[in-house]
């Protein structure tokens, strides 16, 4: 989820795989694809840059997680440590 804010000043989450397109004139408007809209105070360079970082944030994960080096918070502060350090079980890999 991105954070956006609303002219207003409310802050609330937007899912970034629902946006359909970001438009600016003047005010930012987000559409999302059930036809829902959303002005915005964040620039529309703003509202691509939260998305691509989510998005990289994603790849980031899947990556920690492939590797075994992923640590949640949550998993941290488990103190069984039985685990492999993945919050999705994964099936043992087969060395090649």
Request: hydrophobic residues 35%; charged residues 30%.
């Amino acid at each position: 989820m991105i954070r956006v804010t609303r002219l207003n000043g409310e802050q609330f989450a937007l899912n970034p795989d629902l946006i359909e397109r970001v438009e600016g004139h003047p005010d930012t408007v987000v559409f999302l694809v059930d036809s829902t809209r959303y002005v915005v105070q964040q620039s529309v360079e703003d509202v691509l840059t939260e998305i691509r970082e989510y998005r990289a944030g994603i790849l980031a994960t899947a990556y920690e997680m492939d590797r075994g080096t992923y640590r949640s918070s949550r998993l941290e502060a488990q103190a069984d440590d039985s685990t492999n350090g993945s919050v999705v079980p994964f099936p043992a890999r087969e060395e090649r």
